[in-house]
C-alpha cells in the first residue's frame, strides 16, 4: 500500500502533461493557436500554392523559384499578410482553372480576366487590375485597327480572353492559338501571322524587348482580372479580399502598380467588385 501511494504524485503528473498535449493538439485543429495562415485550410499548411502560366511579363516572368512581376509582388504581399509562405507553380493556362477547380493549387494568379464562364468553375477575388486588349502588329504593316483584320492570319494565346475576341469580333480569315503568348509575338516577328490580340498591359510591355513590334490600337472592353480559387475555398477568398482592401487602403497597390506601370493605376481598380463584373 505505501508503495502504491507513493507512486499516486508521479502517475498525476504524467496525466496531467498528457492532457495538456492533447488541448494543445486540439488547439491547432480548430485553427486558434497553429502556424502561418491558421484555419485558411490551404494545401500544405502554412503554404499558398498559386498556379500561374509562366512566362507572362510583366506580370508573371523570370526563372523559379525567383519569379517576378505584377503578380508576383501582389501575392507575395498577400501571402506576408496571411501569414502564409508563397509557392508558385509553373503551369499552362488552357487548363489552369480546370487544374485549380481539381485541388491542385490553393489559388491561380495569371492575369487571369473574370468572366461568367470561368466563373462557373471557379470564383474569383475581388478585381485587382483592369484589363483591356490590344492589337500589335509589326512595324510599317498596313493593319492599324482591328477593322484591317479581314482575310488575315492572326495570332493569340490559347484559352485566353483574347483568343475569344480574335474569333468572335474580327473578320480574320484564320486564328492561330498558341500555348505561350511569347510563341504569338515570335510567330508575328518571323510573318507567319499578321496581328496578335492579347491582353494589353503585356503587349505594351512587350515593346521594349521587341522593337520591331507595336500596338497599334487599344481595344476597351471593362474587363478585370481577379485571383482565382477553388467553389470550396471561401475562408480563403475571403482572407485574400480583405488583405488586397487593405493593400489598396494604404496605398502598396499603387507602389507595386508604379513599380510595373511607371503611372499611377486608374480610378475604377478601387471602384469594381466582382458583382459588376
Known amino acids: ?31 486558434g493557436g497553429g502556424g502561418g495562415g491558421a484555419g485558411l485550410n490551404t494545401i500544405t499548411e502554412g503554404e499558398l500554392r498559386v498556379g500561374s502560366d509562366i512566362p507572362y511579363a510583366p506580370f508573371e516572368f523570370g526563372r523559379a523559384p525567383d519569379y517576378e512581376g505584377f503578380d508576383v509582388d501582389i501575392v507575395n504581399e498577400i501571402a506576408r499578410r496571411l501569414d502564409l509562405e508563397p509557392r508558385f507553380v509553373k503551369t499552362p493556362f488552357d487548363p489552369i482553372f480546370r487544374n485549380l477547380a ?23 477575388s475581388d478585381p485587382y487590375f483592369p484589363a483591356d486588349q490590344s492589337l500589335m502588329v509589326k512595324r510599317g504593316s498596313d493593319v492599324r485597327t482591328v477593322d484591317d483584320l479581314a482575310g488575315k492570319t492572326i495570332g493569340a494565346q490559347l484559352g485566353t480572353t483574347g483568343a475569344e475576341y480574335a474569333r468572335n469580333e474580327t473578320d480574320a480569315e484564320n486564328v492561330r492559338t498558341y500555348d505561350l503568348i511569347d510563341d ?10 499578321e496581328a496578335v490580340i492579347n491582353d494589353f498591359p503585356v503587349s505594351k510591355y512587350a515593346e521594349r524587348s521587341k522593337q520591331d513590334l ?64
Open 1 to 31: 500500500m505505501a508503495g502504491k501511494l507513493r507512486a499516486w504524485p508521479v502517475v498525476a503528473i504524467l496525466a496531467l502533461a498528457a492532457a495538456l498535449l492533447v488541448a494543445a493538439g486540439c488547439g491547432d485543429d480548430d485553427g
Open 102 to 124: 481539381q485541388g491542385r493549387f490553393d489559388m491561380v494568379a495569371s492575369a487571369s480576366t473574370i468572366t461568367p464562364e470561368r466563373q462557373q468553375t471557379v470564383d474569383f
Open 184 to 193: 504569338a509575338f515570335n510567330a508575328l516577328q518571323s510573318g507567319q501571322i
Open 214 to 277: 507595336v500596338v497599334v490600337q487599344t481595344i476597351q472592353t471593362d474587363e478585370n482580372y481577379g485571383l482565382a480559387f477553388a467553389k470550396e475555398s471561401t475562408e480563403l477568398q475571403r482572407r485574400v479580399n480583405e488583405a488586397l482592401q487593405e493593400m489598396k487602403d494604404d496605398d502598396t497597390y499603387t507602389e507595386i502598380y508604379r513599380k510595373w506601370f511607371e503611372e499611377d493605376p486608374p480610378d475604377r481598380i478601387f471602384e469594381v467588385s466582382t458583382e459588376g463584373s
